[in-house]
């Protein structure tokens, strides 16, 4: 189909954890409306995604929000068929790290604090970017500075994997623009992606135009922010605010 499509980047937590709640998430894609959903999930976990059971934040989230509003659920993310064998390994990375490193740990508790008071608006923020990018720059240099083979082999195993990820995810939503009409998409991924998925686009906007327009700075669409959805005991958020 003809025309730049609108997708805009919407960064999460997998937990709920302080204001970072599925009632807020709920809250914030009423406000935004998109007409096609882009899920941090690969095509062979989409049934899952859809029918549970829900291990993480968005698909509940999701799911009631498309029982709410005429939405395109598309999964963009990699299939890992050795995802089971992939987590312990990141488990031990991010724990050498933390042993490690005199910064890291103090930076992750300070992410952390700020996603538990400010949910959704930090983890869209500045802020948030400015901390998750030091975050693994300082993860960066540990593992080249310790010396610890085994450590700076799980760290490449653990950015070749998300480097793949997040050029899938790019591909894909390029992709589904291509051929498909639609107003404003949104992007759901976990926030740690957003430094890097940003450099990753930057590339190709400098390499020419494409078919999407990236928004990573939506905030002035939807009112009052900071103080998003009121906290309540419905953990779907099946109720219009």
């Known amino acids: 189909m003809e025309g730049v499509k609108r997708v805009l980047v919407v960064c999460c937590v997998h937990q709920q954890t302080g204001k970072a709640t599925a009632a ?14 882009f899920l941090e999930c690969s095509p062979a976990d989409f049934p899952t995604f859809k029918h549970g059971p829900y291990r993480t934040l968005e698909p509940a989230v999701v ?26 390994k990141v488990d031990e990375l991010f724990i050498q790290i933390e042993a490690k490193s ?47 083979s085994q450590l700076n082999e799980l760290y490449e195993l653990w950015m070749l994997t998300n480097d793949l990820r997040e050029q ?23 926030a740690a992606h957003r430094p890097s998925l940003f450099e990753k686009l930057q590339f190709s906007r400098r390499t020419g135009a494409g078919v999407v327009t990236w928004d990573f700075d939506w905030h002035h669409e939807v009112a009052n922010l900071d103080s998003g959805a009121e906290s309540d005991d419905d953990p779907l958020y099946l109720e219009s605010r």
């Open 24 to 37: 807020e998430l709920g809250w914030l894609l009423d406000q935004l409306r998109p007409d096609v959903l």
């Open 102 to 148: 005199l910064q890291y740990y103090p930076m992750d508790l300070t992410n952390r604090h700020y996603t538990e008071k400010g949910g959704f608006a930090y983890l869209n923020s500045p802020l948030n970017f400015l901390i998750e990018s030091e975050m693994q720059r300082e993860m960066q240099a540990t593992a080249h500075a310790v010396g610890d």
């Open 168 to 190: 899938e995810m790019i591909n894909r939503v390029e992709a589904f623009a291509s051929h498909t009409s639609f107003k404003k998409g949104v992007l759901l991924v976990g």
């Open 63 to 88: 799911m009631a929000y498309h029982g709410r509003h005429e939405v395109t659920l598309v999964p963009v993310d990699l299939p890992l068929p050795d995802a089971e064998l992939l987590k312990p």
